[in-house]
């Protein structure tokens, strides 16, 4: 199994000790584990290596946490790449980021396809360069009858973003005639949101301290659970992301009502 998931060419990374995969309780297990991969910049400063070295760094760990949510049987796992709000970067950063979102496209694509991925992008694509834009869609198309993990990608992604243009979709269908304002319902806006078709989100992951969304999920992350680490991301193992999703198995989920035991 840790073959699989950590691959012939990184052998280093074959922890021998696996007992720490025991504690999973396979009836407690998240359905969908969306992850803010947070902390690359930091993580880098405390190299003393450039910002881009982090993100170079993130795509490693992205590669294993990966394969672990796969082997473990997650049904989905979203990540958040890049926001609406990361336009605000320098220049040399932004470029350098979508020229690694392209090259980790154009190299993992292959074996992730093998691996049964099936791949989705949330965000305005349309705002990506063309070429990236004609990436995503071959790479959505390439495993788009794969049956394993929905491996979701939140690239130019905001939950506001997403939010407003479920909002214009629903206007226009009420414009047309096709709906009434009054039949507008929790379904009709998740059919509208880009993770449409994906099981709730469960457990909500960032990692590298900070505790907030960042306007990631706003609607999926009602109800969801959420777990942070002060760990950066590039510092962010298979264990750890194991740890978070036992604790997650021991959380009382009450979704507003009180629990199997009849309590608060
Ligand atoms: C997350 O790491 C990656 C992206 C936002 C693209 P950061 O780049 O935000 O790293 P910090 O938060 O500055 O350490
Ligand atoms: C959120 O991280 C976005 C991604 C991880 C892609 P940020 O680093 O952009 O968030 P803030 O600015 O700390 O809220
Ligand atoms: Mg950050």
Wanted: aromatic fraction near 10%; charge should be negative.
């Amino acid at each position: 199994m840790w073959k699989k998931i950590f691959g012939n060419k990184d052998p280093e990374k074959v922890p021998s000790d696996t007992s720490w995969m025991d504690g999973i309780d396979r009836a407690r297990l998240p359905r969908h584990v969306a992850v803010i991969m947070d902390g690359n910049g930091r993580w880098a400063k405390g190299q003393g290596l450039m910002r881009t070295a982090g993100h170079t760094a993130g795509v490693k760990t992205l590669k294993r946490i990966l394969k672990t949510a796969s082997d473990i049987g997650i049904e989905a796992l979203t990540v958040y790449a890049f926001s609406t709000e990361n336009w605000k970067r320098p220049h040399a950063e932004v470029d350098f980021l979508m020229k690694l979102f392209a090259e980790y496209l154009d190299k993992e694509l292959q074996e992730m396809n093998e691996e049964n991925v099936r791949i989705h992008f949330l965000g305005r694509i349309d705002g990506l360069s063309g070429n990236l834009q004609k990436q995503v869609r071959e790479a959505e198309e390439l495993m788009k009858a794969n049956t394993g993990i929905r491996f979701n990608i939140a690239a130019n992604y905001g939950g506001q973003d997403e939010l407003v243009r479920a909002a214009q979709s629903i206007a226009r269908r009420v414009l047309r005639g096709e709906l009434s304002p009054e039949a507008i319902d929790e379904s009709t806006v998740e059919d509208c949101l880009d993770t449409c078709g994906c099981p709730p989100v469960d457990l909500v992951i960032r990692t590298s301290g900070d505790m907030r969304l960042s306007n990631f999920l706003l609607w999926q992350a009602a109800y969801a659970e959420f777990w942070f680490t002060e760990t950066n991301w590039p510092d962010f193992t298979p264990e750890e992301f194991v740890k978070a999703l036992v604790e997650f198995g021991h959380r009382d989920r009450r979704f507003g009502g009180l629990n199997d035991a009849g309590e608060r």
